[in-house]
């Protein structure tokens, strides 16, 4: 009979990680804002570009073998947005791409999609981004208008709000 021996070998990884040292959370932290704001700029032209692609789409004609197809180019430009502006913190831009969403996933396939919605927001959108930081106030006023935009074509049920 033979006997197997193993003898475990400690990987270079476990090592670095009982080891002590490493940076802090707040140097850690620091270093990631300082990576963000490298990113800043890029995150703006994407942002930008997308919606320069949403504002620039058109509905689908009327004898379009699949008009679902224009829309769903619209959710993905304004998720796009999303992507884009969320890590820096652009809460009015994403709130904006998000009700946008909702709308397009609320809308029935089967119907004609009213594309005034679209175009609305991507202006709202152009308009956000345009604005200096603080104008806060005009931008509550967009996203309250957008709002009842979205309250209005997704009626919440009774007892829901």
Same mark, same amino acid.
């Given at each position: 009979m033979s006997v197997v021996v193993t003898i475990p070998r400690k990987s270079r990884l476990s090592t670095l +990680?009982?080891?002590?040292?490493? @940076? #802090? @959370?707040g140097v850690a932290l620091v270093q990631a804002r300082t990576?963000?704001?490298?990113?800043?700029?890029? #995150?703006?032209? +994407? @942002?930008a570009d997308r919606i320069?692609?949403?504002v620039k789409l058109t509905p689908p004609a009327a004898d379009?073998?699949?008009p679902q197809a224009r829309r769903q180019k619209a959710y993905e430009l304004s998720n796009a947005v999303i992507d884009a502006a969320h890590p820096f913190e652009r809460d009015d831009l994403c709130s904006v791409a998000a009700g946008l969403c909702d709308l397009i996933d609320a809308a029935p396939a089967g119907r004609p999609f009213d594309w005034r +919605?679209?175009?609305?927001?991507?202006q709202a959108m152009q308009l956000i981004l345009s604005l200096p930081p603080e104008a806060a106030d005009v931008r509550r006023e967009i996203l309250a208008s957008l709002g009842q935009v979205l309250a209005k074509k997704i009626p919440t049920p009774a007892g829901e709000a």
């Open positions: +990680i009982d080891k002590p040292g490493g @940076v #802090s @959370v990576n963000l704001e490298a990113l800043n700029l890029r #995150s703006v032209k +994407i @942002v320069t692609e949403l379009d073998p699949d +919605i679209v175009t609305v927001h991507a």
